[in-house]
């Protein structure tokens, strides 16, 4: 097989996955039915990170055909119909526990049910959104459209660009207006980047924030621990 660079959903590391950490294989469906052959593969991915070493379990399925190539038969797969990624149970990644825990609900669940019903995912992900705003900003309004105009002069300008940028978006910009619990007809596409937006803003809020005052509290430390020297020196 030939290396891949993957994130792993555990430890959220980036690492280039080769043959030790790989295993796949391959069942097909030969027997006649109405929808013609079909692969099945399972995957099994470990992490190299050696803090992590957890692994991963997804599942393929595809169309296939019995095929004359050249010198011999094969299958030779067709169109990927379905992916399930069974271990862990969703793409969701693992955000540290000092971001409110309904608001890490609402988003595990927004991925876990995004393929089974995009509607409840994009639901929930607007809630996380406004649930968000509401107390990361303390900006509280009726509907979620007031609160996203409310931060636009507080928020960094490339973050607001992507927040925008979802508002223009088919149903979900069309929608923004009304109340957060309507649900409203959006496709897996459209619930992806919902998720993916309500992951860059636990990052460029509560992270950012997190680690910013990590590192000026050690400075703070620093400076205190010079001074505490400096009077002992005396
Ligand atoms: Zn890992």
């Given at each position: 097989m030939k290396p891949f660079k993957r994130k792993c959903p555990y430890c959220n590391t980036y690492s280039t996955i080769k043959d030790d950490n790989f295993h796949q294989s391959v069942t097909y469906?030969?027997?006649?039915?109405?929808s013609k052959d079909k692969s099945l593969y399972n995957e099994f991915i470990v992490c190299p990170n050696p803090d992590c070493n957890k692994y991963t379990l997804t599942a393929y399925i595809f169309d296939t055909k019995y095929t004359y190539t050249g010198n011999r038969y094969e299958y030779v797969d067709g169109k990927l119909l379905k992916e399930w990624?069974?271990?862990?149970?969703?793409q969701a990644q693992v955000f540290p526990d000092y971001i409110p825990k309904p608001l890490i609900t609402d988003y595990e669940e927004a991925c876990s049910i995004k393929e089974l019903s995009p509607k409840a995912s994009a639901t929930l992900s607007r809630r996380c959104l406004q649930g968000m705003i509401r107390d990361f900003w303390k900006i509280s309004k009726p509907r979620l459209v007031d609160e996203i105009n409310a931060i636009e002069d507080k928020v960094d300008p490339l973050t607001w660009k992507s927040i925008d940028a979802i508002r223009k978006i088919g149903n979900i910009g069309a929608h923004m207006?009304?109340?957060?619990n309507l649900i409203i007809d959006v496709d897996p596409n459209e619930a992806q980047m919902l998720i993916e937006l309500i992951e860059l803003l636990f990052n460029e809020w509560y992270i950012n924030r997190f680690e910013r005052e990590e590192r000026l509290n050690k400075i703070i430390g620093i400076s205190k621990s010079k001074e505490v020297d400096k009077a002992e020196k005396k």
């Open positions: 469906l030969t027997i006649e039915n109405a990624n069974l271990i862990p149970n969703s207006e009304k109340d957060i």
